[in-house]
């Protein structure tokens, strides 16, 4: 079957080929309460988490978005912010948000606290999308919520769940397409599933934190 290939747009800087007609997503929404301090803008090896991650994303999509309820932290980033038109719903009104505001009919979500990503996984998972919905990554039973592509498809979806009270992205998933990358798939572009790593707390940058 033929699955055409994302429009993509040449880097000026010759860094690669930059996805046009899927945005990235970047939620900076939590309260980072296990942390005790915004960890977006913890150093890891000299540079914040959230400006690695923005790097990942910069290098792969064209259009970059952050979502944040404290967008006066991030203002000196220089990306397009918005607003939770929902206050409080979690990662679910981040995405809601997203898909309302942005250019493109889907976007690329991650999480502002994910260190390891790996540009060849996110391209894949772009590449892939066709015509479902979500495209997310499941190992074992566990599906990888904050680092998956969501369409405009899912809007509808997404608003009869806040509206029945009900936050969990995985909630909406029985009611539009889904492609799941499972496991082995995955380990074609990152062999030790480190994508998926986020930092809750203090120790858990020391494994990155290296002289």
């Known amino acids: ?16 080929l930059r996805v046009r007609d899927v945005s990235g997503v970047i939620l900076a929404g939590g ?19 959230i400006e690695k991650v923005i790097g990942v994303m910069q290098s792969i999509f064209q259009h970059v978005i952050l979502i944040t309820n404290t967008p006066h932290e991030y203002s000196h980033l220089g990306l397009p912010m918005r607003q939770d038109l929902i206050k409080g ?5 981040g995405i809601f948000t997203a898909l309302t505001a942005i ?19 996110i391209r894949h998972m772009v590449e892939i999308r066709d015509d479902f919905d979500v495209v997310v990554p499941r190992i074992s039973w566990k599906m990888e919520t904050l680092h998956a592509l969501y369409g405009k498809g ?11 009270k009900k936050y969990q992205t995985i909630q ?4 539009v397409s889904v492609r799941y990358v499972d496991e082995e798939e995955i380990r074609e572009f990152d062999p030790g599933l480190e994508s998926f790593f986020n930092v ?12």
């Open 1 to 16: 079957m033929y699955i055409p290939m994302p429009d993509v747009l040449k880097d000026s800087d010759n860094q690669g």
């Open 31 to 49: 309260k980072s309460s296990r942390y005790g301090t915004n960890k977006a803008l913890v150093e890891v090896n000299g540079i914040t988490l």
């Open 89 to 93: 719903l979690g990662p679910i009104g």
């Open 103 to 121: 250019p493109n009919e889907a976007g690329f979500f991650v999480a502002c606290d994910m260190p390891s990503l790996n540009q060849g996984l």
């Open 154 to 164: 899912c809007i509808a979806a997404i608003h009869r769940l806040i509206e029945s």
């Open 172 to 175: 909406i998933f029985p009611e």
């Open 200 to 211: 809750n707390r203090p120790q858990e940058l020391r494994r990155f934190n290296k002289p």
